[in-house]
């Protein structure tokens, strides 16, 4: 094994906006290479009361990112006396990424909600680019999940459906995408402010092929396969 070889850094990461603010989630494994160095990570990182980050890529640079603009957004909003606006906290993470795009390995899914525009979701991907989505999701669990989303999405959904709509994804990604797994972290943002919900990984539903959680490898033998899950 080589050692010195480019590391692959895998995750999960979504943003959904609904009818009147927005849900981020990701999954918790930090992987090096083959090797998990951490498997109850928090990808979701908070800029300030009402803005958060979901970082996925290399976790050095994307907190980096995350340090520097939490710092900014503190200045900005003590000159202004009042909270910066989602899109003030995007377009700084756009400029940092932009600016450095040559030397950072990190896409970033910004989210939150202000009084001028309410909840709103933004991705910047590697390179710096900035796009206002409506659900936006990363990581190298994304790959799985355009065709899921394109059939679950849908306009006007309650914060519950919303909700329950990211914790399925993450838990389809984790399934199909060896660089994701651990637990499903959720942060609903809204006008009464922020709710973080945890969902440990034996609570998550199972897909296709997946086992149910034994205590003991023996048990396995024994334990018939799930049927598929639902949409």
């Given at each position: 094994?080589?050692?010195?070889?480019?590391?692959?850094?895998?995750?999960?990461?979504?943003?959904?906006?609904?009818?009147?603010?927005?849900?981020?989630?990701?999954?918790?494994?930090?992987?090096?290479?083959?090797?998990?160095?951490?498997?109850?990570?928090?990808?979701?990182?908070?800029?300030?009361?009402?803005?958060?980050?979901?970082?996925?890529?290399?976790?050095?640079?994307?907190?980096?990112?995350?340090?520097?603009?939490?710092?900014?957004?503190?200045?900005?909003?003590?000159?202004?006396?009042?909270?910066?606006?989602?899109?003030?906290?995007?377009?700084?993470?756009?400029?940092?990424?932009?600016?450095?795009?040559?030397?950072?390995?990190?896409?970033?899914?910004?989210?939150?909600?202000?009084?001028?525009?309410?909840?709103?979701?933004?991705?910047?991907?590697?390179?710096?680019?900035?796009?206002?989505?409506?659900?936006?999701?990363?990581?190298?669990?994304?790959?799985?999940?355009?065709?899921?989303?394109?059939?679950?999405?849908?306009?006007?959904?309650?914060?519950?459906?919303?909700?329950?709509?990211?914790?399925?994804?993450?838990?389809?990604?984790?399934?199909?995408?060896?660089?994701?797994?651990?637990?499903?972290?959720?942060?609903?943002?809204?006008?009464?402010?922020?709710?973080?919900?945890?969902?440990?990984?034996?609570?998550?539903?199972?897909?296709?092929?997946e086992l149910e959680p034994q205590n003991?490898?023996l048990d396995i033998l024994s334990a018939?396969?799930?049927?598929?899950?639902?949409?």
């Amino acid at each position: 094994m080589d050692l010195n070889a480019p590391h692959s850094m895998g995750t999960t990461i979504i943003g959904v906006t609904y009818d009147g603010g927005v849900v981020l989630g990701a999954d918790s494994r930090t992987s090096t290479g083959m090797y998990v160095a951490n498997r109850a990570s928090d990808k979701i990182t908070q800029l300030t009361d009402n803005v958060y980050i979901c970082r996925s890529g290399s976790a050095a640079d994307s907190q980096i990112v995350s340090d520097y603009v939490r710092y900014f957004l503190h200045q900005h909003t003590i000159q202004l006396g009042q909270p910066a606006t989602v899109k003030v906290a995007a377009n700084l993470v756009r400029l940092l990424s932009y600016n450095n795009k040559n030397m950072l390995q990190t896409g970033i899914i910004v989210g939150g909600w202000d009084k001028y525009e309410g909840g709103k979701i933004y991705g910047i991907p590697l390179g710096g680019t900035i796009i206002e989505q409506p659900f936006a999701i990363g990581g190298s669990g994304s790959s799985y999940l355009y065709g899921f989303f394109d059939q679950a999405w849908k306009e006007g959904m309650s914060k519950d459906e919303a909700e329950q709509l990211v914790v399925k994804a993450v838990s389809l990604a984790i399934a199909r995408d060896g660089a994701s797994g651990g637990v499903v972290r959720t942060v609903i943002i809204n006008s009464d402010g922020v709710t973080r919900n945890f969902y440990p990984g034996d609570k998550l539903p199972l897909w296709h092929e997946e086992l149910e959680p034994q205590n003991s490898l023996l048990d396995i033998l024994s334990a018939a396969s799930p049927e598929p899950m639902n949409i």
